[in-house]
């Protein structure tokens, strides 16, 4: 193999991997594997606090009702999103309810980090309540598969990341 073919070949491996960060950063990637996840944990402890309030509980099942709308929300705004990804059309919002306040304040990504923060919270609280146990079969496959996505695309861009920046 000849010098020019090597560097051709290191050129054409720089555009691939530009073409990969660039999909990783994009609204669609990061709705469907952040966001959209991140929905559906919201929109299941949102129903599972209702539950839990039906049996005498009221103000679990007014919280479990405003969690769930604001879920329902979030989920709007990642498909929305994602949508306007595909047309190659920019969003006038941000991911999530949380983060469009924070765009208020000119701190959308601190907004965002701070619902990311609860959501973590959501699914420790899952987790610890019991709650999780309680999912039906095809809630339970919704948190499998919100869960799936976002650890395995984690664990992708991690990889890719240390890929592309040659540590081994």
Not at 5 to 16: A, G, I, K, V, Y
Not at 61 to 81: E, H, K, P, Q
């Amino acid at each position: 193999m000849t010098e020019e073919t090597c560097n051709t070949r290191r050129e054409d491996s720089r555009e691939q991997m530009d073409a990969i960060q660039r999909f990783f950063v994009r609204p669609f990637f990061l709705s469907c594997t952040i966001g959209i996840p991140f929905c559906l944990f919201k929109i299941l402890f949102g129903l599972s606090a209702l539950r839990e309030g039906m049996h005498g509980g009221e103000y679990l099942w007014f919280f479990g009702m405003v969690v769930t709308v604001w879920a329902v929300a979030d989920l709007l705004m990642n498909t929305s999103r994602s949508a306007l990804d595909l047309l190659h059309r920019q969003a006038p919002f941000e991911y999530c309810t949380i983060a469009q306040l924070g765009r208020v304040f000119g701190r959308p990504l601190i907004f965002l980090a701070f619902d990311t923060l609860l959501t973590f919270a959501i699914i420790s609280a899952m987790l610890w309540t019991g709650w999780i146990a309680t999912l039906s079969p095809a809630e339970s496959w919704l948190w499998y598969g919100a869960t799936t996505m976002n650890l395995i695309s984690l664990s992708l861009v991690s990889l890719y990341n240390e890929v592309r920046r040659g540590n081994t």
